[in-house]
């Protein structure tokens, strides 16, 4: 059967019927509960003292920015590689990299690793070769759940 042309079909039908249904108040509270959220993640990043007042999260691995040094050649980056890949690759099958990406700029990788803090993933990423030879700079970052998502198990 054919419909006349401008003429809705089943789907506009029911999404008509879905916007007539929906609370107003509903509505609202989630507009209010997603821009409270915003203005928390916002805040907390703007704010250090505020953020520090904050329940923090709990370290669930260290993110590591792998940078190599200035005045490093390419050159001296890869003769140490071959090793670095070993042991790399070994730690992941070990489960202590939990995830691994090349920087898209060239001058390193990231590194996410399954650490209960900073100081352990410091003891795993100094004993690589490119860092034992002083090749590349480390920056650590822990990492953990997103606390202004508890906002969201709160009761309505």
């Not at 001296?76 to 995830?99: H, K, S």
């Not at 100081?119 to 490119?130: D, K, W, Y």
């Not at 034992?132 to 508890?150: C, S, T």
């Amino acid at each position: 059967m054919r419909r006349a042309a401008g003429a809705p079909d089943i789907c506009d039908i029911a999404a008509m019927a879905v916007i007539r249904e929906m609370k107003p108040m509903k509505a609202i509270r989630n507009i209010v509960l997603a821009l409270t959220l915003t203005m928390t993640g916002v805040t907390s990043m703007a704010e250090p003292s505020l953020a520090q007042a904050q329940t923090t999260s709990p370290t669930t691995g260290v993110m590591v920015i792998l940078t190599v040094r200035p005045g490093i050649t390419r050159e001296q980056v890869m003769a140490v590689m071959p090793d670095e890949i070993r042991q790399t690759t070994q730690l992941y099958l070990n489960g202590m990299v939990r995830e691994w990406y090349s920087r898209s700029d060239g001058r390193g990788a990231v590194f996410l690793l399954n650490v209960k803090d900073v100081a352990e993933g410091h003891a795993i990423m100094e004993g690589l070769p490119l860092a034992k030879q002083n090749l590349i700079d480390h920056e650590y970052i822990a990492v953990g759940p997103l606390m202004p998502l508890r906002l969201l198990m709160a009761k309505p």
